[in-house]
């Protein structure tokens, strides 16, 4: 097996590290932490690392919890395994851009809780030059408006994951073109479309994090 499927596998089996007592029967092999490293002292991509290692494991978790084949901790242990692998790619996600081009203010929706892919939207961010200001998770559309007013001309940025909080991602939206607000708002998240982005009246959609910086750049009419 390949190192990328190795990292796959383990987030799928939710297994953080070599310590971990989960699951029972990979007990004393490697977990997240250890391959993703191994990973990286053999120089591999850090893209491919991230999207065939990390985020693969994680779209099989999901279609394994469709089909009711995973429940509730199944996904938890798997986020907690992708999130372990993540914290080692963030320093080198994160780059070392010292000028910063602009600010981001990013959170996930009111009523979400999901906040790997934002987060993950967040490093590249920074990785890309931006100073980010991270809200977190289940943030209400008054948040994202005060913010906007505290930060003119920052860039706003909303995750949402699911079915039911993509509302929330309308209502946030509206609020702040309610309140004439001039900050542009990029928009994401696995039940996110370009279609639904242009709906809501959203200035930018992207399903691909690393795309965010070009884009974020375009809002802010900076010169990739
Ligand atoms: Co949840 N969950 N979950 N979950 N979960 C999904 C989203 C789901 C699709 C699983 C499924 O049914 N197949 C489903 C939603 C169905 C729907 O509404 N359409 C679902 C459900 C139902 C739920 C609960 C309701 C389950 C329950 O309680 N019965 C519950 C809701 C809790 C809540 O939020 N209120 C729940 C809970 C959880 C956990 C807590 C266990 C955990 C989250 C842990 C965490 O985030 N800290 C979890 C997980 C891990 C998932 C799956 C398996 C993986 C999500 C993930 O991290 N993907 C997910 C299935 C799936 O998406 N395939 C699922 C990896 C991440 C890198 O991708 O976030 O899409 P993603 O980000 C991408 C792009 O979308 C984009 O960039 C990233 C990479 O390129 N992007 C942006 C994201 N945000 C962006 C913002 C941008 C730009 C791009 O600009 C600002």
């Known amino acids: 097996m390949g190192i990328l499927t190795e990292i796959k596998d383990a987030v799928v089996r939710g297994r953080v590290d070599i310590k971990s007592p ?31 290692g990390l985020v693969s494991g994680m779209e099989v978790v999901g279609d394994k919890f469709s089909s009711g084949e995973y429940f509730l901790p199944d996904m938890l242990m798997s986020a907690q ?37 934002k987060n993950l939207v967040a490093v590249i961010l920074e990785g890309g030059g931006f100073e980010v200001i991270d809200l977190g998770i289940d943030v209400s559309a ?18 949402a994951l699911l079915t039911t909080t993509r509302e929330s991602m309308r209502a946030s939206v509206e609020l702040l073109r309610e309140k004439g607000l001039s900050n542009k708002i990029i928009v994401g998240g696995a039940v996110v479309t370009q279609a639904f982005a ?27």
């Open 22 to 52: 989960y699951p029972p029967e990979m007990a004393g092999k490697p977990g997240v932490v250890e391959l993703v490293e191994q990973a990286l002292e053999e120089k591999m991509d850090i893209s491919m690392v991230l999207k065939e």
């Open 142 to 159: 008054e948040a994202f408006l005060s913010n906007a007013e505290e930060h003119p001309g920052s860039v706003i940025g909303m995750s």
């Open 198 to 224: 242009d709906e809501i009246g959203a200035d930018a959609f992207t399903k691909d994090a690393a795309k965010a910086v070009p884009l974020v750049k375009g809002l802010l009419g900076i010169a990739s």
């Open 81 to 117: 395994a992708m999130k372990a692998g993540m914290s080692i790619l963030d320093p080198h996600l994160r780059g070392k851009s010292i000028q910063k081009l602009g600010k981001v203010v990013i959170g996930t929706v009111k009523g979400d809780m999901h906040d790997i892919g």
